[in-house]
Structures are given as structure tokens and as C-alpha cells.
């Protein structure tokens, strides 16, 4: 039985050799006496690599976390997937194990997916508790940085389980004994005093375009502060608009002027050398989790991000040969560019698509490149390559494609022909924006919106920042509808959706009153489901429950 103890042991025993923990939860060192070397660029390094593979080596065959598919086990992947699958934005056709329960709202304390995100974020807890514990200041000129950079990661992963489990063990140290159960305020409160002490010691600029400077503190301050209410009973709007506010005058800016000249600006950061446009002193990305086909490969980062909205038999030269068949758009998402009563005869690419729905956010698809219809003819519609927006919920081609992420690179013709290849065919070099700048600017929007007053700009004004970027020029009136819908319009497809459905009321709970196709496993026509408020953070895998003594969830 796989327990946060025996886990924690075996995360330690493999830092030894930075080789991954394999099968046997109960490993320990034959020799505790035995004092074994710490390299600390090398464990730095995988802190780093944690957040951008899944093991030792590539892309699989040595996986970090036991118990679940390697490439499933991605911080990336897991991350996306149980705050993307539960919503509004796309439902899958897989039925892998767990998955079918996420993408309807049914899952307990037992769901695969659910226990493997909780040991990923602990793995990863647990290697950076190993550096800090290790590291030395006078290691090198770099080392402070090193040290404040782990200890942000950390504050990461714990962010992460205050927003999607809420109360859970605590540790600062790598050791055996009992971890304390944090209530969700306890743990908010760590996070927040972490992050506030690391806003001075981060550096002020990243020595890379991979690691993080103290704006990526002061957004994940922005961003807790934002759901503050959710996580503690208050609200934190001033706070929220403030940080915010610093980042958007930090010396990240939002990308607004294509570097290629043939694809939009918004387009080219989820393109396979967006590290140019992300990266860099001025980068729009403020936490990139680096990708390349040859140096990262794993089935979890970009390569699902890449693979799984795409069927490899039709699909045309996304600069992968993988097309997994994965996920689709909702018709509720749909909805948020254009009336369903449209769809049927919206027939274009997603070259073509944001012209014809007047933004360059909707990098959608009905139709391919190559004029074949994305799905085969609905009978019930005389349009003949029409497509249906509503369909099987497991039937892959019912619905809209979501086409935002691709490794094509920015100098590559539209269409069908790839004149700049990427470094390996299988596996996109596309970096991962996990944090980006645009944040900061619906953070604000919103965060005015409820109260906060205002500093140098209004609520407006963050709001058209990024529409007139994506060349939408249709008016608006900021209520709270507009921002829900605004922010899935600029961030769907980016492992968030769950946070702001949660934030806004409408996940689950008695105030919801919002449904989509597969919410509660029925579809848009059968009304609205209720679903238990529990179902607002993940239970604690029931491994730990029993063995480790700790207290579950209400309701699980």
C-alpha cells in the first residue's frame, strides 16, 4: 500500500543516485550511517526537472511516482488534467483508469488520478526539502539563488495542494516521523509568508529563460489572494489588485508583436520556439517549463498538450507523429466565441477560425487545412461537411477541435508543409508558459471589479489590454458572467479552469447553477445537476488516511 510516509523514504533513497523511485515503497538504505554525496547543481537541476518530466529517463521506464502510467504521472499533465476534465472547457473520450469519474465530478478518495497528483506534488516537496536541507550558500555566487528558487518551487506544489486538497501533511524537512495535518488556513498562511519573504530574495531578473525571478512570487501572491475567499473565508481583493498590479509594472510584458510575421502574437506562444517570445528579460512567460524533443522527453508535458487534441489519421502536420485522439471542445465552450445556432455553417481551420470569430484566441477548428470536414457529415444537417458541436460525450469527433497547442514553429508556412522541423519527430519542442503575465491583467481586471480600488489603470483598461492584443474589438461590460467567460477565452487549455469555475460558485455546491455537457455525467439537455460542495477540492488518497492517521476531506 503506497502511503506519504513509505513514499517520502523512497523519494529520499532515490536523491541518492537521482535515479527514480521504482515498485518498492519500503526501500530504505542498507547503510543509514552511510554518508552519500550531494551534488547540488545536480539536485537544483532536478527541482527543475520535476515540473518537465516524469523520471530518469526519457520518456519512460524509470518514473518519478509508482503505482500510475509514467507518462500520466507529469506535473504538467496531472496538474491539466483534474483542472481541465471536470469543466466547462473540453470533455475526453478516453476511459483510462480514473478518468472517466474526473470528467464527470464522481470521483473519491480512491481515484488513481486524484492519488497520483497528491505523490507528484509530494515527490517534488519532498526533493526540494532534500536540497534545502543540503545546500550551501557559499556553494557558488549562484547558490543564494539556487536556494530562493527551490524554496519558491516548494511554495508551488504547496499552493497547489492548498487550491486542490486543502487540508494535508506538512513538511519542511526530509524525514520519517509523523508530517502534521495542516488545516487549509494554516497552510494558505505558510504559502503566503514564503512567498512574501521570497519577493527579496529572488532575484530581480532570471538568469534563464527556465527559472523563476521574484515576479513569479508576487503573481502566485496575486493569484492566492485573488481566490483568498475560497481558501480562508476572506476576501483579499486590495491584495490581489496590488500584486497584480506589480507584476503588470514588472519588466515582464505581454507579447504583442509577432516574431515571425506569419502567426498572431497570442498564437506564437504556445508555437514550438516559443521560448522566444515567453522567455528572455521582457518574456511574457514568468514561470516556462522547458520542453525539448530530445533533452525532456516524457509523455506528460507538451507532447500531451500537443498529442492528445489531435487524431494522428486526419490531422496535418502538427510537427508531432503523435495524435492521441484525447479532447475536445464543449459546446459551452464554443458558446463563449459564437450562438450554436451558428456553428453548423462556421466552417474554417484554426488558421482561419480567429479571423472569422474576430479574435485571435480562438485557435478552433471544424473544419482541416486540407478542406476534409473534422468529422464526418451529421445526416441531421444539409450542410454536408457541417459539424456537430453536440454529440457523444466518448466519441472523440463530436465536437469542435481545440488547437491552441502545436510544435510547429514560427517561421512555418500555415497549412500542410513544415519547412523548419522540429528537433525530434515524436516529441514537441513547445515550452510550457505555466505562468504568464496575462494573469496578472484578469487578476486585476477582476479583482477591481469587486472592490479593490484602483491604481494607474481600471478594470477596463487590464481587460482590453488583452482583447485589443487578440484584435477583438467588440464592446463589453465587466460583470461577472464577462470575466468568467474572459477568463477561459484567454487561458483555456492552460490547466486552470478549475480554479476560476471554484472562485466564481459554479463548480459544485448549492450556489451552482451553471451546467455543461458531461457535468455530473448528463448532458446539457437533461438540466442542471447538483453536485455536493465537496467536490470543490480533491479528497486525500485513502492510503494515507488509513495509515498515516490523517483527517479526510468533509463529505469524502
Not at 261 to 275: A, C, H, L, S
Not at 278 to 296: F, R
Not at 352 to 381: E, F, H, Q, Y
Not at 482 to 497: I, V
Request: net charge negative.
Amino acid at each position: 500500500m503506497k502511503t506519504l510516509e513509505k513514499y517520502l523514504i523512497c523519494v529520499v533513497v532515490s536523491l541518492f543516485g537521482l535515479t527514480a523511485c521504482v515498485q518498492d515503497l519500503d526501500v530504505v538504505p542498507h547503510d543509514e550511517n552511510k554518508i552519500m554525496d550531494f551534488d547540488q547543481d545536480a539536485v537544483f537541476s532536478k527541482c527543475y526537472a520535476t515540473l518537465a518530466v516524469t523520471g530518469q529517463q526519457g520518456p519512460a521506464g524509470s518514473g518519478d511516482v509508482d503505482d500510475i502510467d509514467e507518462g500520466t504521472s507529469a506535473f504538467i499533465r496531472m496538474v491539466w488534467e483534474l483542472q481541465e476534465f471536470p469543466t466547462d472547457e473540453c470533455y475526453v473520450a478516453w476511459n483510462d483508469p480514473g478518468l472517466p469519474e474526473i470528467r464527470t465530478i464522481r470521483w473519491n478518495s480512491l481515484n488513481q488520478l486524484v492519488q497520483g497528483l497528491y505523490y507528484r506534488f509530494y515527490f517534488n516537496i519532498t526533493l526540494c526539502n532534500h536540497f534545502l536541507e543540503n545546500a550551501k550558500a557559499d556553494h557558488s555566487a549562484d547558490a543564494p539563488n539556487q536556494i530562493a528558487e527551490v524554496r519558491f518551487l516548494r511554495a508551488l506544489n504547496y499552493y497547489y495542494l492548498v487550491d486542490m486538497f486543502g487540508s494535508v501533511p506538512f513538511a519542511d524537512k526530509v524525514n520519517a516521523s509523523q508530517k502534521p495535518q495542516y488545516t487549509r488556513l494554516q497552510m494558505y498562511n505558510w504559502v503566503e509568508e514564503e512567498l512574501k519573504d521570497l519577493e527579496t530574495k529572488l532575484p530581480e531578473t532570471r538568469t534563464n529563460d527556465f527559472r523563476v525571478d521574484r515576479y513569479a512570487a508576487k503573481l502566485l501572491l496575486a493569484r492566492m489572494y485573488l481566490n483568498a475567499e475560497i481558501y480562508t473565508g476572506v476576501p483579499q481583493w486590495e491584495l490581489a489588485a496590488k500584486y497584480a498590479k506589480e507584476v503588470i509594472d514588472g519588466p515582464h510584458k505581454l507579447h504583442t508583436t509577432s516574431a515571425g510575421g506569419i502567426y498572431t502574437p497570442y498564437q506564437e506562444m504556445f508555437m514550438g520556439d516559443n521560448y522566444r517570445v515567453v522567455g528572455g528579460a521582457a518574456g511574457e512567460g514568468i514561470l516556462n517549463i522547458y520542453q525539448d524533443g530530445v533533452h525532456t522527453q516524457c509523455w506528460g508535458g507538451s507532447t500531451f498538450l500537443v498529442a492528445a487534441c489531435r487524431d494522428k489519421s486526419v490531422y496535418v502536420n502538427p510537427a508531432t507523429s503523435e495524435g492521441w485522439a484525447g479532447f475536445r471542445c464543449s459546446p459551452e465552450f464554443v458558446e463563449k466565441w459564437l450562438p450554436l445556432d451558428q456553428t453548423e455553417t462556421t466552417l474554417y481551420n484554426e488558421f482561419d477560425m480567429p479571423g472569422i470569430l474576430g479574435d485571435d484566441r480562438a485557435i478552433l477548428c471544424s473544419k482541416l487545412n486540407t478542406d476534409k470536414p473534422v468529422v464526418s457529415a451529421d445526416t441531421t444537417i444539409a450542410t454536408a461537411d457541417s459539424i456537430r458541436t453536440r454529440g457523444d460525450m466518448g466519441e472523440f469527433y463530436s465536437g469542435w477541435s481545440m488547437l491552441k497547442w502545436t510544435g510547429r514553429y514560427i517561421e512555418n508556412p500555415k497549412g500542410e508543409n513544415i519547412t523548419i522541423t522540429p528537433h525530434n519527430a515524436q516529441f514537441p519542442d513547445t515550452d510550457v508558459p505555466f505562468m504568464r503575465v496575462a494573469e496578472a491583467y484578469l487578476t486585476y481586471a477582476e479583482a477591481v471589479f469587486r472592490g479593490a480600488p484602483a491604481s494607474g489603470m481600471s478594470a477596463e483598461d487590464a481587460v482590453k489590454a488583452l482583447r485589443d492584443r487578440a484584435h477583438n474589438a467588440k464592446p463589453f461590460t465587466i460583470d461577472e458572467q464577462f470575466l468568467l467567460d474572459e477568463w477561459s477565452r484567454e487561458f483555456y487549455a492552460e490547466g486552470r479552469r478549475r480554479i476560476d469555475l471554484v472562485r466564481f460558485g459554479q463548480f459544485a455546491g448549492p450556489q451552482a447553477t451553471y451546467h455543461w455537457e458531461g457535468r455530473g455525467g448528463k448532458k446539457s439537455s437533461e438540466g442542471l445537476v447538483s453536485l455536493d460542495k465537496k467536490f470543490n477540492v480533491y479528497p486525500i488518497p485513502e492510503s494515507d488516511i488509513v495509515a498515516g492517521g490523517l483527517t479526510q476531506t468533509d463529505g469524502y
